[in-house]
């Protein structure tokens, strides 16, 4: 029997469960593409509860329970005397979301001689040293595609709020007052704008997608061209790399995975080649981008703005610049954790599970590192240097 050692975020201020505001969440049996969504024997929640936080425990208990394992949730994640780092010294299994990662650096793999399941519920596995998961010979699998679209209907919210000055705006309503002229000094139609993005996988093409209708430029970037009768449908524009696009967008979108080709490509020179006043919005991971660059550039102007949902380190602390840096929209990491989200990646955990458990192959498209090397959607996007450097641990754990 495993030990199941699960990290999530802490339940809500007023308490678990929260009154919801809708009754139910559309059923969605399909992504675009055709794969299906996820297809556990069961599930023991309702979709459209919160499942993501320690109360919600990814309504894995009675399954996990109910076959004789010991299934521990806790969001105490931090440092050497965390209950993540007493529990893991004995567990089989490990689950995390990106939104509240339990980083699991080549040190904690080293403390956990036990692990051999790594499951990231949510996409992006980023947080786990796949260099070290490689070398100890476990299977690091993630729910591809369970909140793809999530995330990119929130790229396509932040592009038009940072556009049309909609937060500062809703400020004022706030504030009581009615500064018309305040509100749009600095608000812009998106229609005409030249938009980009660095990766066109599923967030970033879906992205082209829902951004087609408002009349904009559109543009990417990526490691592989999309198929040419794609890129006549979008009337997308490819660019060879970053470097290339940029000088041309208005607008630059970042959906590509942290590892060590994209960790810190947005710096100071490559911002320095974007147009004087261009957006960037950051919904892949908080370290593809310079922390202090992009301050400096909104500081400066040569960002006009500039909105995301990933941090580093997450939770990222209270002086962290980006909180108070000019022009920004950012939320906490929660683009892939709507509560419909939550009901696809929760069952595609338990799916995994009952893979796991029955000894039956985990679908090919969840699996990023499997014995011993980059595996299914993990060989397609990701890449691995000899320093592991595929990980984004804290700086603490650095020290
Ligand atoms: P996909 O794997 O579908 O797409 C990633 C794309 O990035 C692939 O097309 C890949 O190219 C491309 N890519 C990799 N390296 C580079 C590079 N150096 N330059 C340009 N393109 C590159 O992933 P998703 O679209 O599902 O997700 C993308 C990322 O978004 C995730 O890795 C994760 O970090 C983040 N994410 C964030 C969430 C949130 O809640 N904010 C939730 C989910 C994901 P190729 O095909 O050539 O390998």
Known sequence: MAKVLCVLYDDPVDGYPPPYALDAVPTIDRYPGGQTTPTPERVDFQPGELLGSVSGELGLRRFLEGGGHTFVVTSDKEGPDSTFDG????AEIVISQPFWPAYLTAERIAKAPKLKLAITAGIGSDHVDLEAAIERGITVAEVTYSNSI???EHVVMMILSLVRN????YGWVV???WNIADCVSRSYDLEGMQVGTVASGRIGSAVLRRLKPFDVGLHYTDRHRLPEEVERELGVTFHPDAESMVPVCDVVTINAP???ETEHMFNDALIARMKRGAYIVNTARGKICDRDAIVRALESGQLAGYAGDVWYPQPAPPEH????????GMTPHISGSSLSAQARYAAGTREILECWFDDRPIREEYLIVDRGHLAGAGAHAYSVSREGEASEAPASDHA
């Open 150 to 152: 999530s995330v990119s």
């Open 166 to 169: 909609y937060i500062p705006s």
């Open 87 to 90: 529990e893991l010294a004995d």
């Open 321 to 328: 610049p980006w909180r108070s840096m000019p022009h920004h």
């Open 175 to 177: 504030k009581g007052g």
């Open 258 to 260: 942290l590892h060590p």
